[in-house]
């Protein structure tokens, strides 16, 4: 049994970033070998020509609803996670008062529940007349904010990377925050190549795991896209003898749930559930750029499985040398272990 509490570590409250970085790149980068202090704007001379970047391109919808009941008129809030073969996977609370056929207005936004209530999550079903949907949430939805920012965003844009481009995420590919067009233009100009992937990011994945044991836990299921043309640049880079470098836990799991038992990527669209653990055998990322995450989660665990039990030592060396932590604190550039 791998205990839950191994994964633990002591987050003092003055450690959370409370405001992003400005300009995006002036944020830290730890680099793990060495425990070298840089900074993101660094990032391209850290790797090699011919190492190719991967990416979440995944936007953070405004999925975040608030309303009220129909009939008793009591505030309810909805948080979209993903969409479902007949309706919306979504975080609902009060969910003690909500029951199926309870009907929930959003603005223009109207919604049945069809399921649940169950552990807080409901399926719905959405109806924004004639606006299509994703127009509908853009006017009457909130970006969904990390619970534990208590800042404020004079820029809803800063929550999203600057080469987000599909909606699809109940939250952001963090890591990928701390990109410039500067970062990116020096990335080309070193002869690194930058590929882009598709993953749905549901709240749960940032969550503490409640279990005792990580055997306990189970992910849920989240989307993703690998292109033809992701899936090519990672066969080429392997040709050619560079590295792949994953910008983010998301990428991660995209990646990793879409190669084959030999290491080659498949193009494709799927669902994953994919719990990475010590001990899971990583087929496509050598390299990862990744924020510093809550304490216990499935993304620390996903840490823990990449570098081994050198993480305790970056996280260490992080929190005294004050760097900031969680979604706008700074980043880490890490290796695989073995």
Same mark, same amino acid.
């Given at each position: 049994?791998?205990?839950?509490s191994?994964?633990?570590y002591d987050?003092?409250?003055?450690?959370?970033?409370?405001?992003?970085?400005?300009?995006?790149?002036?944020?830290?980068?730890? /680099?793990?070998?060495g %425990?070298?202090?840089?900074?993101?704007?660094?990032?391209?001379?850290? @790797?090699?020509? =011919?190492d @190719?970047v991967?990416?979440?391109?995944t936007?953070?919808?405004?999925a975040r609803l608030l309303?009220?009941?129909?009939?008793?008129?009591?505030?309810?809030e909805?948080?979209l996670?993903?969409?479902a073969?007949?309706?919306?996977?979504?975080?609902?609370? $009060?969910?003690r008062?909500?029951?199926?056929g309870s009907?929930?207005?959003? =603005?223009?936004?109207?919604?049945?529940v069809?399921?649940?209530?169950? +552990?807080?999550?409901?399926?719905?079903a959405?109806?924004?007349?004639?606006v $299509?949907?994703?127009?509908?949430?853009?006017?009457?939805? +909130?970006?969904?904010?990390? $619970?534990?920012?208590?800042?404020? %965003?004079?820029?809803p844009?800063?929550?999203?990377?600057?080469y987000?481009?599909?909606?699809?995420?109940?939250?952001?590919?963090?890591?990928?925050l701390?990109?410039?067009?500067a970062v990116l233009?020096?990335?080309g100009?070193?002869?690194?190549e930058?590929?882009?992937?598709?993953?749905?990011?549901?709240?749960?994945?940032?969550?503490?795991?409640?279990?005792?044991?990580?055997e306990?836990h189970?992910?849920?299921?989240?989307d993703?896209?690998v292109?033809?043309?992701?899936?090519?640049?990672?066969?080429?880079?392997?040709?050619r003898?560079?590295?792949v470098?994953?910008v983010?836990?998301?990428?991660?799991r995209?990646?990793?749930?879409a190669?084959?038992a030999?290491g080659?990527v498949?193009?494709?669209?799927?669902s994953?559930?994919?719990?990475?653990?010590?001990?899971?055998?990583?087929?496509? /990322?050598? %390299?990862?750029?990744?924020?510093?995450? /809550?304490?216990g989660s499935?993304? /620390?665990?996903?840490i823990?499985?990449?570098?081994?039990?050198a993480w305790?030592?970056?996280y260490?060396?992080a929190l005294?040398?004050?760097?900031r932590?969680?979604?706008?604190?700074?980043?880490?550039?890490?290796r695989?272990? =073995?």
């Open positions: 049994m791998v205990r839950t191994d994964f633990l987050l003092p409250e003055a450690a959370i970033a409370q405001s992003p970085a400005e300009p995006r790149d002036a944020s830290r980068l730890l /680099v793990a070998d %425990l070298v202090d840089r900074h993101f704007a660094d990032l391209p001379e850290l @790797l090699a020509p =011919g @190719l991967v990416v979440n391109r936007r953070v919808r405004r309303g009220h009941k129909e009939g008793s008129g009591g505030r309810v909805a948080l996670l993903r969409p073969a007949d309706g919306w996977e979504a975080l609902v609370r $009060p969910a008062r909500l029951r199926p009907r929930l207005s959003f =603005g223009g936004i109207r919604a049945t069809l399921a649940g209530p169950d +552990e807080g999550q409901a399926l719905l959405l109806d924004s007349g004639e $299509p949907l994703e127009e509908a949430l853009e006017r009457w939805g +909130e970006i969904p904010l990390p $619970p534990y920012f208590t800042g404020r %965003l004079a820029d844009e800063r929550y999203q990377t600057v987000a481009a599909r909606p699809g995420s109940a939250a952001a590919p963090t890591a990928g701390h990109f410039t067009p233009s020096r990335l100009e070193r002869g690194i930058v590929a882009s992937v598709d993953l749905g990011i549901g709240v749960d994945t940032f969550r503490p795991i409640a279990e005792a044991s990580l306990e189970r992910m849920h299921r989240e993703y896209l292109d033809e043309a992701a899936a090519g640049a990672v066969a080429a880079v392997r040709r003898g560079g590295r470098m994953a983010g836990t998301t990428v991660v995209a990646l990793e749930s190669a084959a030999g080659e498949r193009p494709g669209a799927g994953t559930d994919l719990f990475i653990t010590p001990g899971y055998p990583f087929r496509v /990322v050598d %390299l990862l750029v990744t924020n510093f995450h /809550v304490p499935t993304l /620390v665990v996903l823990a499985a990449f570098m081994g039990d305790r030592e970056v260490r060396a005294a040398r004050g760097y932590f969680l979604s706008f604190g700074d980043a880490m550039l890490v695989r272990a =073995g």
